[in-house]
C-alpha cells in the first residue's frame, strides 16, 4: 500500500525548498504572501535563494534544504519553488537517508519535480502531488484545486473530459495507480536506479517547448526500453508550445503520441490541463484515480485527514 502523508490544516507549516532551477525572489515572493493569507505559516529552505549557474545552489545545499524539511517534525509539507532543471543532481545526496523509516510529507511541484515524484514513489512508495509550484498566486483556481485536495478533498480531477485517441481507450477504468510527470524527465529516468515504474498503472505525461520530433524520440525511447510494456494506459495532458513545422501542420505532438500507443495498444487519452499550461489541474501520485466518461475523479482523500 502506499505511503500517504498528512492532510494540511489551518495554521500547517509550509516548507518552500527550490531543487532545480534559479529562484525569482519576486514571484516566490508572491506565491509566500498569498499562501500566508490562506492561513498557513510559510518559511524558506535556508539556500532558496543560492545561485549556482543556472541551478538554485549547489547540488549538497539544495538537497540538505529538502532532506531538512522532511525530517523537521514542525514541517508539515514541503512545495518546490519552481522545476527548470536540477532535481535529479540531488539524489546521490538523498540516497543516504534511509527513507523508509521516514514518515511522508506533502510534496508538491511539477516539470523538473518530476524526478522528485519518481523518487520518493521508486524508494518508498509514498504518495505525492503533480501540482503548481510556489512561485504562483496561490489564491486562484490553480491554488484552490491544489489545497482541496491537500486538505483531504477528493472529487472530479480537472475541468474538461479527455478525449480518447484509439479504438480502444476504454470511457471507464476503476481503481488505478498513476505515475509520471514531464515526459522529459520521465524518460531520462530510465536506465538509472529511479527508472519510472509504470507497470500496471496509468503513465500521466506532460511536456512544453519541445519540437515534435523530441517527442517522438522520447516517447520512442519509453517504447523500446520496455517502459510501456503491461501498462494501463497513457494519458498526454498537455503539450505546450510543442508546435510542429510549418510545411508539416498536420504531425502534431497528438500524433506521434498516438502513433506510439498504437504501435503498443495501449489506451490513451488526451487533455488533462495538468502541465505547463496557464490552468494547472493537480494530480495525486502514487493514488488509485479513476477515469469514468473520460473524466478523472479521486473517490478517496489522497492524505490522512485524522491521526
Known sequence: MPKVPRALQEGSHVRIVATAGRVDPARLDLGLRTLTARGYRVTLGEHVFHQWGYLAGQDQDRAQDLMDAILDDRVDAIFLARGGWGSMRTFPYLDRIDWNRVPPKILLGYSDITALHLYFQG???WVTFHGPIAEMEWSTKN?????HLLTGGCGLIGDTPLEPMNPWTPDHLENTPWTGGNLSLVAESLGTPYAVQPRGKILYLEEVN????RIDRMMTHLWLSGALLEVK????GEATQCDPPKDMAEYTAAHVVRDICER????LWWGLPAGHGPRKVTVPMGVNLSIRDHQVWLDQPAVTVNG
Do not use: Q, S, W
Not at 519541445?210 to 520530433?213: A, F, H, Q
Not at 494506459?233 to 498526454?236: C, E, K, L, W
Not at 503498443?264 to 489506451?267: A, E, H, N, Q, S
Open 210 to 213: 519541445e519540437p515534435i520530433y
Open 264 to 267: 503498443t495498444r495501449i489506451p
Open 233 to 236: 494506459g497513457v494519458v498526454f
Open 143 to 147: 491554488g484552490d484545486d491544489a489545497l
Open 123 to 125: 524508494r518508498c512508495d
